[in-house]
């Protein structure tokens, strides 16, 4: 019973505020994130700057409650703020809803326009049919951590310039870490194989799903070739098979479980925090990653066809994500810029890492790895969930024991299931 | 009932006049419709959150309802054929009465027990029964945290405990049945004391002379408490069994818990602790597939009403061979 209740509420999805849209008051705008992205000041000096706006904003704390509601409240066709926040891994459902959303390119203002972002995280935020659906946040450019440390007790080289022949290519970095575990007595060499396989589908040319949005795994010789190369790394003692998130990653960090980390710019700070002071110094971090770059994490600012006022919600999502307020955003919380003029500025190239082996210039060496990120890889309804629900627990299942072969056909069935 | 009975009564000799005032039909209407406008809120309330939603839930059923679909087709009773044949559901239903025996049937029998010792002499009675009662008081959330720390696979306490004593590891989340007495585990820890107290407000209830007369007839404790105690708790036993068979068939923040994946409804890796409750809520709001999640729902309820019905069959004929028929 109750949970028949619980389906209810969320199948009527009461409506939350919607305030009338009177000519004479100030105009009120919501704008509503999760996690950290960094607005308040900014909120209050835009505030500040226009008198006629009153700006709210609702934060929730984790993303998937956030997209739970956005997704149902644009079913219920009512209770959405102005301006809704998405993150990456779920765009792909937003924008199969185009049409409940304000084409910004529309409606923004002139200087919001294509050069302000990287490509990439440009054509991301658009629809099928060419829509300009979301305005891009920040970013995560991938880069690789590692234990100098664990890897000076190996015999093998530590320091960020001799460690890039390693990472050069993910060929390389399962040779090494194949050393590295017969060097070690048997240390696994990264945290677990999901981290690695979602970075090496992300490089794909076509991802899980191609432009038709029909499911390419029967024929896709890329992503089966990334299944093998980790799955076999697995089978070699490489993976500590410690789950992304969970208590036992965190006491991984503390107890140095592995010696390297797929590292998008957010990723600094979880280590940092995990490691504890007692591992200070002993993390690095180098520009190189295996098999090029590649992106993990960012949001967009979207515009419903819900809000009252979707110019006024249009102008301050383009405020927010000008590359000056973004700039600012990085330093309150730590979200990296995606704007190209941001990732140019000295402000950033001079942020450093002490916590760090070598106090590194994250800023700058983030921003390369930024540029260094080709073209953007369609990511059709269902890609997230696919990567979530049903490649990454059967790793973790060939991480406890099932066979590759087996693994890989859970992989194929569940993704057949949640698109067929 | 006797209220409305007696006045009338009372009334029937003294109704030689025939014309009753107003005032007297008044009062007789009061007595006779009265009581049923004070339990109306509850009949309505139970209408609007528990009768409503259930056939709501039916309805939607019915259709392929995508959450954000303007006009979602009718399918009819397709939702349910292929939920028949989804090897998902059924494994989720596997899991859960698996997890439902592993947790129901010690903790009744371990809540009874607790109850006879708590019904003995101690030194600062209250005391105990608050500490009984101290787990289900606690956040749920907080137990599932912590539960899924001590079951942790290579830095979970009680695997430091097994290597500690040279046996081998358990990898807690990887095996079906390993997860699921770690799921029971923290589902008794939970429930066990919140039974014990109901079992034992109704053995505080049975009169001391039964009991007596029985120490007179010279039956030992162990006699007293079979022959006894356990026939009179029989009610209160069939309402521990039933409320404990709806709450373990319905089960969901445990193993949500317990999954080393944030926030993940899978239920472990190859779904070996999905319930039927986390494969609801996965159809429903991570797949956005509403239909299909509320045949999940109906075909649920008729799961626990059927186990229930079994369950107080059961429990009634159990009680009723210890003594209750003699």
Redesign the interface.
């Known amino acids: 019973?109750?949970?028949?209740?619980a389906?209810?509420a969320?199948?009527c999805g009461t409506s939350g505020s919607g305030e009338p849209a009177d000519s004479g008051g100030p105009i009120e705008l919501t704008i509503a994130t999760f996690g950290e992205f960094g607005y308040e000041r900014l909120l209050e000096e835009y505030e500040a700057a226009h008198p006629n706006i009153k700006v709210t904003e609702r934060k929730s704390g984790?993303a998937?409650p956030h997209h739970?509601n956005l997704?149902?409240k644009?079913?219920a066709g009512s209770g959405l703020a102005d301006i809704e926040a998405v993150e990456e891994g779920h765009l792909s459902?937003v924008l199969d809803?185009a049409s409940?959303f304000n084409d910004l390119s529309q409606i923004g203002p002139a200087d919001a326009g294509a050069d302000r972002w990287l490509p990439w995280k440009f054509e991301m935020g658009k629809s099928k049919d060419g829509k300009l659906i979301g305005y891009g946040t920040d970013s995560g450019p991938l880069a690789m951590c590692y234990r100098k440390d664990l890897l000076e007790a190996a015999n093998m080289p530590s320091d960020p310039q001799s460690v890039k022949p390693l990472f050069a290519t993910w060929e390389s970095y399962f040779q090494a870490g194949q050393e590295y575990v017969q060097a070690s007595g048997g240390k696994p060499w990264f945290d677990s194989a999901a981290q690695n396989f979602n970075a090496m589908v992300n490089q794909q040319e076509v991802g899980y799903l191609d432009r038709e949005d029909k499911l390419t795994l029967d024929n896709n010789p890329g992503i089966k070739r990334s299944w093998d190369q980790v799955t076999a790394a697995v089978t070699q003692g490489q993976s500590a098979?410690?789950?992304a998130?969970?208590?036992?990653?965190n006491?991984?960090f503390k107890?140095g479980?592995f010696a390297t980390k797929a590292c998008p710019a957010w990723m600094i700070g979880v280590i940092k925090e995990q490691s504890g002071v007692e591992n200070r110094g002993k993390w690095a971090v180098t520009d190189a990653f295996p098999g090029g770059g590649g992106n993990w994490g960012g949001s967009y600012l979207t515009v419903p066809t819900q809000s009252q006022h979707p110019k006024e919600a249009a102008e301050l999502a383009a405020w927010l994500t000008a590359p000056a307020q973004q700039l600012k955003a990085f330093q309150a919380k730590g979200t990296f810029p995606s704007q190209t003029e941001a990732l140019a500025s000295p402000e950033l190239a001079a942020q450093t890492e002490p916590f760090f082996a070598g106090d590194p210039k994250t800023g700058e060496l983030f921003a390369a790895q930024a540029r260094k990120i080709a073209k953007p890889q369609y990511k059709g309804p269902g890609d997230g969930?696919i990567q979530?629900?049903v490649s990454?627990?059967?790793l973790?299942?060939v991480?406890?024991?099932?066979s590759a072969a087996q693994g890989w056909q859970?992989l194929v069935d569940g993704a057949k299931?949640?698109v067929g | 009932m006797t209220v409305v009975q007696a006045p009338r009564r009372d009334d029937r000799p003294s109704a030689v006049p025939p014309r009753p005032t107003f005032r007297h039909r008044l009062s007789k209407w009061d007595v006779k419709y009265s009581p049923y406008a004070y339990i109306a809120p509850f009949f309505v309330v139970f209408g609007l959150?528990?009768l409503?939603?259930?056939l709501?839930?039916a309805y939607?059923s019915l259709y392929d309802?995508e959450?954000?679909?303007d006009d979602p087709p009718f399918v009819g009773f397709e939702n349910y054929v292929q939920l028949f044949g989804d090897g998902?559901f059924w494994n989720a239903v596997g899991n859960t009465l698996s997890i439902f025996v592993l947790s129901s049937g010690p903790q009744v029998v371990i809540a009874v027990l607790l109850a006879a010792l708590l019904n003995t002499r101690l030194r600062g009675p209250t005391g105990w029964r608050v500490g009984i009662l101290l787990p289900y008081a606690a956040s749920l959330v907080a137990i599932g945290?912590i539960f899924?720390?001590l079951f942790?696979?290579?830095?979970?306490l009680l695997n430091s405990i097994l290597e500690a004593f040279g046996l081998d590891r358990v990898?807690w989340?990887?095996g079906t049945l390993s997860s699921h007495v770690a799921i029971a585990t923290m589902v008794n820890w939970r429930w066990t004391g919140y039974n014990a107290l109901i079992v034992l407000a109704a053995m505080q209830a049975i009169p001391k002379e039964i009991n007596e007369a029985a120490v007179v007839d010279g039956a030992g404790p162990v006699r007293r408490f079979v022959s006894v105690t356990l026939p009179l708790l029989r009610p209160t036993l069939i309402f521990v069994v039933i409320t404990s068979t709806?709450g373990g068939l319905?089960i969901?923040t445990e193993p949500k818990l317990f999954d080393?994946?944030?926030?993940?409804?899978?239920g472990?890796?190859?779904?070996q602790f999905q319930t039927v409750?986390l494969y609801?809520y996965?159809q429903?709001?991570?797949?956005?597939d509403?239909g299909y999640?509320?045949a999940i729902?109906?075909m649920?309820?008729l799961l626990i009403v059927v186990i229930a019905l079994v369950n107080f069959l059961i429990t009634r004929r159990l009680a009723s061979t210890e003594g209750g028929r003699r």
């Open positions: 019973m109750l949970a028949t209740t389906l209810l969320g199948a984790k998937g739970q997704i149902a644009l079913g459902n809803k409940r098979k410690l789950t998130f969970s208590n036992e990653w006491s991984g107890e479980a969930q979530e629900n990454t627990p059967a973790q299942a991480e406890q024991g099932t859970q299931k949640i | 959150v528990g409503f939603p259930l709501y839930t939607v309802w959450i954000g679909d998902q945290i899924a720390n942790g696979n290579q830095y979970g990898d989340q990887a709806i319905q969901f080393v994946g944030q926030g993940s409804n899978n472990g890796s190859s779904n409750t609801m996965q429903g709001f991570e797949n956005f509403l999640a509320s729902a109906w649920l309820f």
